[in-house]
């Protein structure tokens, strides 16, 4: 196996395995009359911050997870935590469920249409090409996950900023396996506080 042939074998399977990755697609929304650099403590906005949605239901130590996750990036960023609503300049609170989905995609099958214009006996490479349309129907069960962080004024009992993630979930994390929370709660807290 020549060194050329090595690199270009790792490259592609470098390049398969990052598309077998599926990143998050976030979403933010704030209020634009808001002053977010008055804000340093916070709390949960209820006893129970965590609304599930869904399909599938999430097991108490993913709640758990998701909770130190939002406690921890946030007091990373200077913000203190308070057990005291009352006390907090902000509150928050989150949302997260799995949606089973399924994906219908219709292409136009080149190969195919190709394959067709072979027989037997006949030419392999014909000076036309037929116009019968061939396509190709692939449809996928996914599961999709999503997760969400309002946060709300305390004094003005408003909400002031929302943001949402969502993406494809393996069987595994579904299970509760393989789970990267923080690194899913670091990237939605990332536009807070927004600039």
């Known amino acids: ?111 195919f249409r190709d394959r067709l214009e072979w027989g037997w006996g006949g030419q392999y490479f014909r000076p036309y090409r037929s116009s019968i349309p061939v396509e190709r129907t692939v449809v996928k069960n996914y599961t999709e996950g999503t997760l969400s962080v309002d946060i709300y004024d305390v004094k003005r009992k408003s909400p002031v900023w929302h943001g949402a993630g969502k993406r494809r979930l393996s069987r595994k994390e579904l299970s509760g396996k393989d789970t990267d929370i923080q690194t899913d709660v670091q990237t939605l807290l990332a536009g807070f506080p927004p600039q």
Request: with cysteine.
């Open 1 to 111: 196996m020549t060194s050329k042939f090595r690199t270009l074998l790792a490259v592609c399977l470098s390049l398969a395995l990052a598309a077998c990755v599926t990143t998050p697609r976030i979403t933010v929304d704030s209020d634009p009359n808001q002053n977010f650099s008055n804000y340093s403590t916070f709390a949960w906005a209820s006893d129970r911050p965590m609304i599930a949605v869904g399909d599938h239901n999430i097991s108490a130590l993913v709640q758990k997870e998701i909770a130190d996750s939002i406690k921890t990036t946030l007091t990373s960023r200077g913000y203190q935590y308070v057990e005291n609503l009352q006390s907090a300049d902000f509150a928050v609170s989150y949302t997260v469920g799995a949606r089973d989905k399924v994906s219908v995609d219709t292409y136009p099958d080149f190969f």
